[in-house]
């Protein structure tokens, strides 16, 4: 009987162990040389409309807006669409000269409908751009960003995702910095290592272009409440795998107010979550019909749950192993969990020494065992009270000031 469960505790431990190994093969993959881009495109750059979504951005939408604004040339838009805004988001946006709609319907809320809104406008006026982009309204977009993004979507064909960073306004908070780090992996680690590879990349919420006719084929407006991670999941079952580009950088700036964190927090992995233990049966069921191998590759990509999870499953699972260690006398479970802990930390140092160090303070990665233990409850409620609907992250009452 102490055998059986031994075997049924080394089947858990690689289980465990899977998710683990794919989050170190896509760090490792980054540190590979760049693979070769498609050809620049010669002649006059594609015509580009950035569509930006807006509730209640009064605080950020000049500046997101005029940084937008001045990466644009003779012929491209920029369109706001004032999405259910209590405020003056729609009276600033206008005065930088961009084109702004107003929407009005809280029966829908939340971007995904916002986008949905602004291709209908685009269509309703004859618009046919070559290239839509997405910029949130609270995003600094570094220069050279359009510009980047619409080149690589018109040579590849493809959607195309910039990478996408959040900062911690406050270089003292250690919850603020761990929470940088954690994104870091998520939004440039991990993808730059699968396009290292050749392979598709999630789709981020900011920093996305699309060539026209893609982005008409598939439904923006799709409900899920991680609504961006289901489009690109879309995207990829219908032939059209979005593609990394590590040189345009777009930024944003995590709510420094802990309940404003909480909240942001919470809606993003509740919604990744939802996501992952729905689609990715989707994406497998995709390459065993179609041999559809992008679908494939996001598909175990999405195995990878949110870092902070994946670590309290490492521990309650090593934790259990060592105590039937000392019941039965057999290590091999624990021996397994450990090393494959041991392989994943050092991964993540050494990736954050090449890829975070000048930005994730040395000492922030002390604070790395409590920032996990506090997000427990964000996990827990996922099991009994999950979020279901869209919520606007609470903003901070100050904007953090812009370099």
């Not at 954690?182 to 392979?199: D, H, T, V, W, Y």
Request: proline share 6%; hydrophobic share 50%; with cysteine.
């Amino acid at each position: 009987m102490n055998q059986f469960f031994v075997y049924v505790a080394v089947v858990l431990a690689c289980v465990v162990l899977w998710p683990m190994a794919v989050f170190c093969i896509e760090c490792w993959l980054a540190w590979l040389p760049a693979r070769r881009t498609a050809p620049r495109t010669s002649g006059a750059r594609a015509r580009v409309v950035v569509l930006m979504p807006a509730h209640d951005e009064e605080a950020a939408i000049e500046a997101t807006a005029r940084e937008t604004l001045s990466q644009l040339n003779e012929g491209d838009r920029l369109l706001v669409i004032a999405d259910n805004c209590s405020d003056q988001t729609a009276a600033i946006a206008r005065r930088t000269g961009a084109w702004v709609l107003e929407r009005e319907d809280t029966s829908l809320r939340g971007k995904s409908h916002a986008l949905a809104f602004g291709l209908r406008e685009l269509e309703r006026a004859g618009e046919r751009p070559d290239v839509v982009m997405v910029i949130d309204a609270d995003c600094q977009v570094a220069p050279g960003a359009i510009e980047c993004l619409a080149e690589t979507c018109v040579a590849t064909g493809r959607p195309v995702q910039a990478r996408y960073l959040f900062e911690a306004p406050s270089a003292t908070n250690g919850a603020q910095a761990v929470s940088s780090l954690g994104l870091r992996f998520k939004n440039q680690i991990r993808p730059l290592g699968l396009s290292r590879a050749g392979l598709p990349c999630q789709l981020l919420g900011s920093g996305m272009a699309f060539p026209w006719p893609v982005i008409r084929q598939v439904a923006v407006d799709n409900h899920a409440l991680a609504e961006d991670t289901q489009l690109g999941i879309d995207l990829v079952l219908q032939g059209h795998p979005p593609k990394f580009c590590d040189e345009a950088h777009v930024t944003t700036f995590i709510p420094w107010r802990h309940r404003a964190h909480v909240g942001q927090r919470t809606r993003w992995e509740h919604g990744y979550l939802m996501v992952m233990l729905t689609q990715a049966p989707r994406l497998l069921a995709s390459f065993l019909r179609r041999g559809n191998t992008a679908a494939l590759a996001a598909a175990i990509d999405f195995t990878v749950p949110p870092l902070a999870l994946l670590a309290m499953i490492w521990f309650t699972a090593t934790t259990a192993s060592l105590l039937l260690g000392v019941l039965t006398h057999q290590w091999l479970p624990v021996q397994v969990l450990l090393g494959g802990g041991a392989v994943m930390s050092v991964t993540a140092l050494a990736c954050w020494a090449r890829f975070c160090r000048t930005s994730i303070p040395v000492a922030a990665l002390l604070t790395v065992p409590l920032y996990i233990v506090r997000k427990a409850p964000i996990y827990g409620s996922f099991l009994w009270k999950r979020q279901k609907v869209w919520l606007r992250t609470e903003r901070d009452p100050i904007q953090p000031v812009r370099s």
